[in-house]
């Protein structure tokens, strides 16, 4: 019916990956049987379909369905919603909304946020259309893909079927070959589409039996008479692989370890698939996963399987960032002993879909539909567990997992690519809890984009004066963030034209924690000097992270380093110098006002992004800028007499007023290159700081 052109509800009880292709081709999904966490679900969410999931008035019957006794045939009409489970028999009038074109600079400053706080949002996807969804949808990479569904397409799914009704060495490795052929094209698009960005491939999942028909039918055939010759080798494979519990059976790196080859296979099909995109100039950053890992011995013989394929690949460049190889936390042993696990792992990802069926022990397909809305009606659990994450019991785990890693290995790399990652407050848990990245269904990303960003604004990660705020992500010659622009003098140890101040570990800590994120010529450009010394030491006491960005350096506050600094300056803090401070901090504030003002006349004209082809109106921007550097004198002579440090502001704002105004107009509102807003916006930090002011209860953002 889909081929005929005819928009077609797929209902089932329950999907199997044999569905696929099915709910590939249909507009809506809808089952009798599962919830938020079930296979419909996810699929649905991940290629952005309308599904009802768990509907138990629902039931399938020969040539249709019947909706609390009401038949309805295939053919007839059906409406689903998707946002409140309603079914509607008959066809419904509906309507599509384009989101909000403030959305987009929404979600810009959002990604200005995650990107200060180093936490990136990817998509999870499995082919490459969703990848490039994804892509699209502002996902910094792919978090999970998931290389089973790639063995679920018309032309895959017999050659793995022909690989599990092997009977000799010589059929497993013919059907081998075919395998790794296919998946080498099936990799090569996926990661081709996320060119340059991380592709996290999960290897395979499940176990062997779910590539099968299911065995009922098969035992009905049978039972009937009509079953050919491959159909019955495909029955005793079923039997024999049959597991009472397939969840908790032979899946995962249990599969690798009891079925030799898979593992190797798909290695060596992400190698030569990595191999080729270099070839044709391409980046691929693949990381490579292995699933349901719950022991250290486990995983060391686990990566011993894909470093050997890896070396035999030939390709000397899949190495350092190219190809990493982690494990995948799913189970709470694994939580429990991931500071061991971080010896052979070089991240790790928390399956949380998994990890809460294992610590409820609830089977998600069983409990949605019938037990979890008795539970929360009666007030035993106040949200569903699969789609808000369990704080106390799931959360911790992952807290514990989290913990446990960093102090084993300080390098790991933590995310999260079950589905809690595009649920708001989920997201807000895993960012406090440290993680490097979240991943999610390609159409949830943008949710996730901005619950990541107020995660970290909320959690103190990031300060909102770590990041100045551009507008569409757009730059032009002069008004918007150069990101990788730098002091034109390097850091040297030498005064730059002011007294030298008394630079201990206290102001560099202080400084630090002003600047947010810095490159050493920020330090130098704050305190006169790069105090070498000091940061070394700092660095080595754990209190500052010195990040080696390939083209540039940055200089942060460390978690721990970040306690120590209010430590220290909450010890030294000086209420004569905050209330001498007070007297002049109501004149700086108007002019603050007046100077934020004047950065949107300079970047936006008649409400659009200002292009700077009007001279003359640039110009008056410029003139109003030197004028306001005048005014602003006295203001800063005064707030220096309560402080002395604080005069290096007046001559760095003088000088970047003057550069400004003679042509180099990114010293107007330009990003982290000294310009006129970077400082002033250092210095507004500074005295909020020094008089202990809540910058939310002022509201001078």
């Given at each position: 019916?889909?081929?005929?052109?005819?928009?077609?509800i797929?209902?089932?009880?329950?999907?199997?990956?044999?569905?696929?292709?099915?709910m590939?081709a249909?507009?809506?999904?809808?089952?009798?049987?599962g919830?938020?966490?079930?296979?419909?679900?996810i699929?649905a969410?991940?290629?952005?379909?309308?599904?009802?999931?768990?509907?138990?008035?629902?039931?399938?019957?020969?040539?249709?369905?019947?909706?609390?006794?009401?038949?309805?045939?295939?053919?007839?009409r059906?409406?689903?919603?998707?946002?409140t489970?309603?079914?509607?028999i008959?066809?419904?009038?509906?309507?599509?909304?384009?989101?909000?074109?403030?959305?987009?600079?929404?979600?810009?400053?959002?990604?200005?946020?995650?990107e200060?706080g180093?936490v990136?949002?990817?998509?999870?996807?499995d082919?490459?259309?969703?990848?490039?969804?994804?892509?699209?949808l502002?996902a910094?990479?792919?978090?999970?893909c998931?290389?089973?569904?790639?063995f679920?397409?018309?032309?895959?799914?017999?050659?793995?079927?022909?690989?599990?009704?092997?009977?000799?060495?010589?059929?497993?490795?013919?059907?081998?070959?075919?395998?790794e052929k296919?998946?080498?094209?099936?990799f090569?698009?996926?990661?081709e589409a996320?060119d340059?960005l991380?592709?996290?491939?999960?290897?395979?999942?499940?176990?062997?039996?779910?590539?099968?028909?299911?065995i009922?039918?098969?035992?009905?055939?049978?039972?009937?008479?009509?079953?050919?010759?491959?159909?019955s080798k495909?029955l005793a494979?079923?039997?024999r692989?049959?597991?009472?519990?397939?969840m908790?059976g032979?899946?995962g790196?249990r599969?690798?370890?009891?079925?030799s080859?898979?593992?190797?296979?798909?290695?060596?099909?992400?190698?030569?698939?990595?191999g080729?995109?270099?070839?044709?100039?391409?980046q691929?950053?693949?990381?490579?996963m292995?699933?349901?890992?719950v022991?250290?011995?486990e995983?060391?013989?686990a990566?011993?399987?894909?470093?050997?394929?890896?070396?035999?690949?030939?390709h000397?460049?899949l190495?350092?960032?190219?190809?990493?190889?982690?494990?995948?936390?799913?189970t709470?042993?694994?939580?429990?002993?991931?500071?061991?696990?971080?010896?052979?792992s070089?991240?790790?990802?928390?399956?949380?879909?998994d990890?809460?069926?294992?610590?409820?022990?609830?089977s998600?397909d069983?409990?949605?539909?019938?037990?979890?809305?008795a539970?929360?009606?009666?007030?035993?659990?106040?949200?569903n567990?699969?789609?808000a994450l369990?704080?106390?019991?799931?959360g911790a785990?992952?807290?514990?997992g989290?913990?446990?890693?960093?102090?084993?290995?300080?390098?790991?790399?933590?995310?999260?690519?079950?589905?809690h990652a595009?649920?708001?407050?989920?997201v807000?848990?895993?960012?406090?809890?440290?993680?490097d990245?979240?991943?999610c269904?390609?159409?949830?990303?943008?949710?996730?984009?901005?619950a990541v960003?107020?995660?970290?604004?909320?959690?103190?990660?990031?300060?909102?004066?770590?990041v100045t705020?551009?507008?569409?992500g757009?730059r032009?010659?002069?008004a918007?963030?150069?990101y990788?622009?730098?002091?034109?003098?390097?850091p040297?140890?030498q005064?730059?034209?002011?007294?030298?101040?008394?630079?201990?570990?206290?102001l560099v800590?202080?400084?630090i924690?002003?600047r947010?994120?810095?490159?050493?010529?920020?330090?130098?450009?704050?305190?006169g000097?790069?105090p070498?010394?000091?940061?070394?030491?700092l660095v080595?006491?754990?209190?500052?992270?010195?990040?080696?960005?390939?083209d540039?350096e940055?200089?942060t506050l460390?978690?721990?380093g970040q306690?120590?600094?209010?430590?220290?300056f909450?010890s030294a803090?000086?209420?004569?110098?905050?209330?001498?401070l007070?007297?002049?901090?109501?004149?700086?504030?108007?002019?603050?006002?007046?100077?934020?003002?004047?950065?949107?006349?300079?970047?936006l004209?008649?409400?659009?992004?200002?292009?700077?082809?009007?001279?003359?109106?640039?110009?008056?921007?410029?003139?109003?800028l030197a004028?306001?550097?005048d005014?602003?004198?006295?203001?800063?002579?005064?707030?220096a007499?309560?402080?002395?440090?604080?005069?290096?502001?007046?001559?760095?704002?003088?000088?970047?007023?003057?550069r400004?105004?003679?042509?180099?107009t990114?010293m107007f509102?330009g990003?982290?290159?000294?310009?006129?807003?970077?400082i002033?916006?250092?210095?507004?930090?500074?005295?909020?700081?020094l008089?202990?002011?809540?910058?939310?209860?002022?509201?001078?953002?």
């Amino acid at each position: 019916m889909a081929g005929a052109g005819r928009s077609v509800i797929l209902v089932r009880t329950e999907t199997t990956p044999d569905d696929v292709l099915g709910m590939q081709a249909a507009q809506g999904i809808l089952t009798a049987r599962g919830g938020l966490g079930s296979h419909a679900a996810i699929v649905a969410r991940g290629w952005g379909k309308p599904a009802v999931v768990g509907a138990v008035d629902v039931h399938v019957v020969a040539g249709g369905i019947e909706i609390n006794g009401i038949s309805v045939s295939e053919g007839d009409r059906l409406t689903i919603d998707g946002s409140t489970g309603a079914v509607y028999i008959g066809e419904l009038e509906v309507s599509s909304h384009e989101p909000p074109t403030e959305l987009k600079q929404l979600l810009h400053w959002a990604d200005q946020v995650a990107e200060a706080g180093r936490v990136e949002v990817r998509a999870n996807a499995d082919t490459q259309g969703d990848a490039s969804m994804g892509r699209t949808l502002g996902a910094k990479g792919i978090g999970l893909c998931r290389t089973e569904h790639m063995f679920l397409s018309p032309d895959r799914l017999p050659m793995m079927r022909r690989f599990i009704l092997s009977e000799t060495a010589a059929e497993e490795q013919e059907s081998l070959q075919q395998l790794e052929k296919a998946q080498v094209a099936d990799f090569e698009s996926v990661i081709e589409a996320m060119d340059g960005l991380p592709v996290t491939v999960r290897l395979l999942d499940p176990p062997l039996h779910e590539f099968l028909p299911d065995i009922i039918d098969l035992t009905a055939k049978k039972a009937r008479g009509s079953l050919n010759s491959v159909e019955s080798k495909e029955l005793a494979a079923a039997r024999r692989l049959h597991e009472a519990n397939p969840m908790l059976g032979i899946r995962g790196v249990r599969l690798g370890m009891v079925r030799s080859g898979l593992y190797e296979m798909q290695v060596r099909a992400l190698s030569i698939a990595a191999g080729n995109l270099i070839q044709r100039g391409k980046q691929p950053r693949i990381e490579i996963m292995i699933p349901l890992v719950v022991n250290e011995r486990e995983l060391s013989i686990a990566r011993q399987w894909v470093t050997e394929a890896l070396d035999q690949s030939g390709h000397p460049e899949l190495t350092g960032e190219a190809i990493s190889i982690g494990a995948m936390i799913e189970t709470p042993r694994a939580a429990l002993v991931a500071g061991s696990l971080t010896a052979h792992s070089d991240f790790f990802s928390f399956g949380t879909n998994d990890l809460t069926q294992m610590t409820f022990a609830f089977s998600r397909d069983d409990v949605e539909a019938r037990m979890l809305p008795a539970y929360q009606e009666r007030g035993v659990l106040e949200e569903n567990p699969f789609a808000a994450l369990d704080f106390d019991g799931v959360g911790a785990l992952v807290e514990m997992g989290c913990k446990a890693a960093r102090q084993a290995k300080p390098s790991i790399k933590l995310g999260v690519c079950g589905e809690h990652a595009g649920h708001p407050d989920s997201v807000g848990f895993f960012v406090r809890a440290g993680v490097d990245s979240v991943s999610c269904s390609p159409f949830r990303v943008p949710l996730s984009r901005l619950a990541v960003a107020q995660a970290l604004l909320a959690s103190g990660r990031v300060s909102a004066e770590d990041v100045t705020f551009t507008f569409n992500g757009y730059r032009t010659s002069s008004a918007d963030a150069d990101y990788r622009s730098s002091s034109s003098e390097p850091p040297g140890g030498q005064a730059v034209g002011e007294d030298e101040l008394s630079v201990d570990e206290d102001l560099v800590l202080y400084v630090i924690r002003i600047r947010g994120f810095t490159p050493p010529e920020g330090i130098q450009e704050s305190l006169g000097m790069f105090p070498t010394d000091i940061i070394a030491n700092l660095v080595g006491q754990g209190w500052v992270d010195h990040m080696d960005m390939g083209d540039r350096e940055m200089y942060t506050l460390t978690p721990e380093g970040q306690k120590e600094q209010r430590r220290r300056f909450d010890s030294a803090a000086d209420p004569a110098i905050a209330q001498a401070l007070s007297t002049t901090y109501q004149p700086f504030l108007k002019i603050n006002t007046e100077f934020k003002e004047l950065c949107n006349c300079w970047q936006l004209k008649d409400g659009a992004v200002n292009d700077h082809c009007d001279i003359a109106y640039d110009q008056q921007q410029l003139d109003a800028l030197a004028s306001l550097a005048d005014r602003a004198q006295p203001v800063l002579v005064q707030l220096a007499e309560a402080l002395p440090r604080l005069a290096r502001y007046n001559s760095r704002l003088q000088e970047a007023a003057q550069r400004a105004v003679a042509g180099e107009t990114k010293m107007f509102t330009g990003v982290m290159c000294g310009s006129f807003h970077d400082i002033w916006m250092e210095l507004h930090e500074d005295l909020i700081l020094l008089q202990g002011i809540n910058r939310a209860e002022e509201g001078s953002f």
